[in-house]
């Protein structure tokens, strides 16, 4: 049999170059109805702006109907149509390679070699939890979820401030977010001496505040590296504090001093200076126009900062009514009142003044949070919902969370109905017959959600710059996205399909396939909550 993971990106770039030179023309099917007929279509307007009005070559047809390659899916037929070429994969074919392999759809991509390197930079987190502004709050929640996400894909990240509140730790703990609360010492003389030297002389009626060194100009800084990069053309003047050199210092010690370059054994990269790694200011809206000054400083005062700095910035969050006005701990303290309210109406007042609840009730609080902040695309404006939270409302945390228990409890009741001699235990992967898997919903999870992941956490990880210049996007929405499109496909599967059938000999081998279907399911979610800094519940 075939090894080797199978890739959605590897099928359409093979499909694609089976058809010869020219634009990408296939794309993946991802809805029910037209997954019943095929998995993968060339659109007819598409094929006819690449061949004219000529049909595909014959011979091209063929090509795909027998395309083989590294992680290129068996396809099973390919044939024209009104709609165009209409290809379907072998999919019992696709479900023994995938579900015999399940590790390997659950993880990222192999890390990449030599380790790229990235300093993560939230301002926000050198603020007190207790006047935190939501906007804040988004941008410490995509730089949390980012470097996650980086550093399951080999990158080595390192996350800046380290936090000196002493109340921020265990707000941050209460989100979920892992952060660093102690760093190393950095001096700030070489910083201070070279501030003294570029300070611009106060005028006479320039009253500097207390704990300032003075101005320095930063506007030829702004047109040498020109308005088009994005810096915003008022820049001009920056006050330097101590407390600014402070914040510079740590940053120069987290470029200049990687853990792993003084780790026995392991030598560092040639690209292992400051220029060897980039820099990701995550921003609030309101906080980048101080981030600018701040990179602008970082220049003027140390000719070995780094050339490569982004900003990621993060929209503005809008509620209605008191919504608007919430402060960070405000809103979690909201949404966990909801979170409760909802688990008193499904289950009782009792259950919720269980203290063996309350973490239960902590992480819905904390997964009804994230999946709001995260679900929007971090440089968009983000709404608040200004409704209640529901578990059987879809697109929520709440929600994910709610099916992520109903997998637990399938498999607790798999097992215990083995112990009690029910079911036989659970058979080598190799004996199953993934044949008897032909449910509709079934193929739509392994095709739309075990297949693609490894695919999606790539794209999730991968720092874009639209042009060359300050500003950086991320695909942080993506996993939020994709985990509740995962939830609602797998609900409807559930509440339709009875996998725990009655114990009949003659009934076992489908059962055996459809859980270990729903295991690579679970496997996949799992991994997709750990990226969020949630932990699985095994029960709602």
């Not at 800046?160 to 977010?177: E, R, S, W």
């Not at 929007?376 to 939270?389: E, M």
Request: aromatic share 6%.
């Amino acid at each position: 049999m075939a090894t080797g993971r199978l890739g959605v990106e590897e099928t359409l770039g093979a499909l694609n170059a089976a058809l010869g030179a020219g634009g990408p023309v296939w794309f993946k099917e991802t809805r029910a109805r037209y997954l019943r007929a095929r998995d993968f279509l060339a659109p007819r307007r598409a094929l006819q702006a690449r061949f004219g009005d000529a049909q595909v070559p014959e011979l091209a047809v063929r090509a795909l109907a027998g395309l083989q390659g590294p992680g290129v899916a068996p396809v099973l037929r390919c044939a024209p149509t009104p709609a165009g070429l209409e290809l379907q994969l072998q999919r019992t074919a696709v479900f023994e390679r995938v579900l015999g392999a399940v590790a390997a759809y659950a993880a990222p991509a192999a890390p990449a070699a030599p380790r790229p390197r990235v300093v993560l930079h939230c301002p926000a987190l050198r603020d007190d939890p207790d006047a935190l502004r939501l906007s804040q709050l988004r941008a410490v929640l995509v730089a949390d979820h980012l470097a996650r996400v980086l550093q399951a894909h080999g990158v080595s990240v390192r996350r800046v401030p380290a936090v000196q509140d002493p109340h921020m730790p265990a707000f941050l703990q209460q989100l979920g977010v892992d952060w660093p609360t102690a760093s190393q010492g950095a001096t700030l003389d070489a910083l201070r001496n070279r501030a003294l030297a570029e300070l611009t002389s106060a005028g006479d009626g320039d009253h500097l505040p207390s704990g300032a060194l003075g101005r320095v100009c930063l506007k030829g800084l702004v047109e040498e590296r020109g308005r088009a990069a994005g810096y915003d053309p008022n820049l001009n003047d920056c006050l330097v504090t101590e407390e600014l050199l402070s914040v510079l210092a740590e940053l120069q010690e987290a470029v200049r001093h990687w853990p792993e370059d003084s780790a026995p054994g392991l030598a560092a990269p040639p690209d292992a200076d400051a220029e060897g790694c980039m820099i990701v200011h995550v921003v609030s809206c309101e906080e980048e126009f101080q981030q600018q000054k701040l990179d602008l400083l970082w220049w003027k005062l140390d000719d070995q900062a780094p050339f490569r700095q982004k900003h990621l910035v993060c929209g503005p969050v809008k509620g209605t009514g008191a919504h608007g006005t919430l402060t960070a701990r405000e809103y979690y303290e909201l949404r966990h009142t909801q979170v409760c309210k909802a688990s008193a109406l499904r289950h009782s007042m009792d259950l919720v003044q269980d203290p063996a609840w309350t973490d239960i009730f902590r992480v819905l609080s904390v997964a009804a949070i994230k999946f709001e902040m995260l679900s929007t695309a971090p440089q968009c404006q983000l709404i608040l919902a200004n409704d209640s939270i529901s578990t059987k409302g879809t697109k929520s945390g709440t929600f994910v969370m709610y099916n992520c228990a109903r997998l637990a409890t399938l498999f607790e009741s798999y097992k215990h109905s083995m112990e009690q001699g029910l079911y036989p235990a659970f058979p080598p992967i190799s004996d199953l017959d993934f044949s008897l898997l032909h449910d509709e919903g079934e193929w739509l999870l392994l095709f739309n959600s075990v297949l693609p992941f490894p695919d999606l956490l790539s794209q999730t990880a991968a720092l874009v710059s639209t042009v060359p210049g300050l500003h950086i996007t991320a695909r942080t929405e993506m996993v939020c996205k994709f985990l509740v499109q995962l939830s609602m496909d797998f609900s409807s599967y559930y509440n339709r399909v009875h996998i725990l059938g009655e114990p009949r000999t003659h009934l076992f081998g489908q059962m055996f396939a459809r859980l270990q279907l729903l295991r690579a399911v679970r496997e996949v979610l799992h991994t997709g909550l750990a990226l969020l800094g949630l932990p699985p519940l095994s029960h709602i």
